[in-house]
């Protein structure tokens, strides 16, 4: 699977719900199948923030990480029974190399009876989803499997990559200044999905982000949030609550707890 950013820069955003698994299944999945170990490679050190989180359950809590990629949240407390979960078969063979306990899932399907869980994170992840109709599908299930009075982390990409002035990890690393005709919104129409400029903040909330490997350019789709757009998707559920929302080095990130 060797792209190059100018053979997809004319995908389209989704329609319909074929639509947006066919986006997904060529821009998501066999992607990070095809780039696991060299992602992993870049995967190792646990946000902060994700830990103190953890840090709340009491000793043999039941957490599930959603999206787990490479495992480094499952041994972040040694007390705690974490288990995980990825649509990645490349990135869930590192886990299991690594002895964790992890299965195959998709966000939006999890084959886990419902109140199972004291906890859950989802790192990441949803902002791989292509419509708003599967995000909320798969922030549903996340509260689905959790117990009452269970609480979740949820964490996607920020469209704002710059908030009071800070700028983002992300953006610092720069390699070189961007002028606006080098980026993304020039190349595409509206419903086009352009390929993101790395390293460049975010002309668009839909878009291509590549991932360099060697002389190979693969492609993920990615939805990046906005402020409050997370929450307001959270909203729609009845039986949660919100605890905490807060800006993480270019992440939104809300944690939530289920009431009913």
Known sequence: MNQSSSEHSSSTLPKTDSDAYRLEQEHVHKVYNEIAHKFSDSRYKPWPQVVEFLQTFPGASYVLDIGCGNGKYLNVRKDLLM??????EGLLEIC?????????????AIPVPENTFDGV???AVIHHMS?????LKALKEIVRIMKVNGQALVTVWA?????????????????????????ESSIATDNELAVHTPRTKFQRSDCLVPWIKLTATYLRYCHVFVQNEL?????????????KSYNDDGNWCTIFRKTA
């Open 83 to 88: 288990i995980g979960c990825d649509r990645s």
């Open 96 to 108: 299991r190399e690594r002895h964790y306990q992890v299965f195959l899932s998709d966000c939006m």
């Open 121 to 123: 994170i989802c790192i």
């Open 131 to 135: 419509t708003d109709n599967r995000r």
């Open 159 to 183: 469209k704002e990559q710059e908030i009071n002035e800070k700028k983002s990890t992300y953006i610092r690393k720069s390699v070189k200044s961007m002028t606006s005709s080098e980026n």
């Open 231 to 243: 929450d307001n998707l959270l909203k729609q559920l009845s039986n949660i609550e919100i605890l």
